[in-house]
């Protein structure tokens, strides 16, 4: 069975600070992690996957098979950066379909 | 691109009554997925067409949900009758390589049922 779980309901750092947004999994094969974002009266959208290895306004997530996690993270939070912040898990016995984590508030004060 | 198109918006029903949601995907997207949001928690998923097959509804309520996608394009979800606990934004999303996952999303249908 999939499950994502994310840890911390809400996040709260000052600007300029370093955030980590916490993201584990369970998954018996080879995962394909996403990271989504909703900012305010914003629909959901796709943040980052980590087969791209790419960096998203500012943010990373590194897949650790070991600690089965894939943490969102940057290095200096921006006051843009606040919105709710869901970690996905794609297996490929799913076909594409994506179970999500609970998510994560990020406010990000001034 | 033109994003996935649901409607309506807002919708507010009694319970017993029955409500249908719309929705059109990116086109050329071949893979389209259901989600139900229950306030404070993360989407889950309804059902997945591939085309105008159906892949996943292992999920789906089928004593009072159905979906369709009848030509492979748009997509109607119904619920007959609907419940307290039916109360949540359903959500269209749609790919154009499942294999790849990674979703379009359209901006939801908040259903509230009294």
């Known amino acids: 069975a999939q499950r994502v779980t994310q840890p911390e309901k809400l996040l709260s750092v000052f600007k300029g600070a370093p955030v980590e947004l916490k993201c584990n999994y369970s998954?018996?094969?080879?995962?394909?992690l996403f990271w989504y974002v909703q900012y305010s009266r914003q629909r959901l959208q796709l943040l980052l996957r980590?087969?791209s290895r790419e960096s998203i306004k500012g943010f990373t997530a590194d897949l650790n098979k070991g600690e089965t996690s894939f943490h969102l993270k940057k290095p200096f939070a921006q006051e843009e950066d606040s919105a709710m912040y869901y970690c996905?898990?794609?297996?490929?016995?799913?076909?594409?379909?994506?179970?999500f984590g609970d998510g994560t508030t990020l406010t990000v004060k001034p | 691109e033109a994003g996935v198109a649901q409607s309506p918006r807002y919708k507010i029903i009694e319970k017993r009554q029955s409500v249908a949601f719309w929705c059109n995907p990116i086109?050329?997207?071949?893979?389209l997925y259901w989600y139900q949001q229950i306030l404070g928690q993360g989407p889950k998923l309804l059902i997945q067409?591939?085309?105008?097959?159906?892949?996943?509804d292992s999920q789906l309520p089928k004593d009072r949900f159905s979906a369709e996608r009848l030509k492979g394009v748009d997509s109607t979800l119904k619920i007959q009758p609907a419940k307290l606990e039916d109360s949540a934004v359903y959500l269209c999303?749609?790919?154009?390589?499942?294999?790849?996952?990674?979703?379009?999303f359209g901006s939801g249908t908040r259903l509230t049922v009294v």
């Open positions: 067409f591939q085309n105008n097959g159906v892949v996943d």
């Open positions: 996905a898990l794609s297996g490929l016995l799913g076909a594409g379909k994506s179970t």
């Open positions: 998954y018996s094969g080879s995962p394909e």
């Open positions: 980590h087969i």
């Open positions: 999303a749609s790919s154009l390589d499942a294999d790849k996952g990674g979703y379009t």
């Open positions: 086109s050329g997207h071949a893979t």
